[in-house]
């Protein structure tokens, strides 16, 4: 079975600070990982997935991610902070032609 | 990309009553997917609604709690039956669109309900 580890459930950085949120998973087969963003009170916005290829995801807002095989994580990056990313933020694999699977959340508080 | 849009966007409902949330996609989709967000928790898959059949629900999801219609391509709804306190959550409406090799999740602003 699939399954989804966000180790942190909040996150506080100071603004203009380089950012991690942690994410691990655990699959049979080969994973496709995503990260979701949460605002409040709006649905789940796509921030960038991985595939296949290039180990390091660059998507949306200066968000990053770097796929490790090894470790079985994907962590969320990004080089400086700003308040605007106060948000839920989550990690979330499929395999194949499977259901999503999301993790359980971080709450990430930029701090101005 | 997808817009989908909810409605309501938020609730306070009476135990005992149904909610019937709806669900538009501004295209076609073949699968819709149902998803509940529990306070303080993660997105836990309810259903997949395919269009011109019954929907296909996870386990400890039934069809008399939480029946789906799917009458088009574009629409679906999902009704939350005899409340509960316990089913107060955020109610997501998702859809799946090919994009880059995989597909892509994208997903409704929520359905924001209290049961008092």
């Known amino acids: 079975a699939q399954s989804v580890a966000q180790p942190e459930d909040q996150v506080n950085v100071a603004e203009g600070n380089p950012l991690t949120v942690k994410c691990t998973y655990s699959v049979s087969g080969n994973p496709y990982l995503f990260w979701y963003v949460q605002y409040p009170n709006r649905g789940l916005q796509f921030l960038l997935k991985y595939i296949t290829g290039d180990n390091l995801v660059k998507g949306s807002y200066g968000f990053e991610a770097e796929f490790n095989k090894s470790q079985t994580s994907f962590h969320l990056k990004k080089p400086s902070a700003l308040v605007s990313d106060s948000a839920l933020y989550f990690c979330a694999v499929r395999v194949g032609g499977q259901n999503f699977v999301f993790g359980p959340g971080t709450r990430l508080s930029v701090l101005p | 990309s997808a817009v989908i849009s909810q409605k309501p966007s938020r609730d306070i409902c009476q135990r005992g009553t149904s909610l019937t949330i709806q669900c538009q996609v501004d295209?076609?989709?073949?699968?819709m997917f149902w998803y509940r967000q529990q306070p303080g928790q993660s997105l836990t898959l309810i259903a997949t609604?395919?269009?011109?059949?019954?929907?296909?629900?996870e386990s400890g999801f039934v069809i008399d709690k939480f029946p789906i219609s799917r009458p088009n391509l574009t629409f679906s709804t999902l009704t939350v039956s005899n409340m509960s306190p316990e089913d107060s959550s955020i109610y997501l409406c998702?859809?799946?669109?090919?994009?880059?090799?995989?597909?892509?999740?994208?997903f409704g602003q929520g359905t924001r309900l209290t049961v008092v």
């Open positions: 998702s859809v799946e669109l090919k994009k880059g090799g995989d597909t892509e999740a994208f």
């Open positions: 295209s076609q989709v073949t699968m």
């Open positions: 609604a395919n269009q011109g059949s019954e929907a296909t629900y």
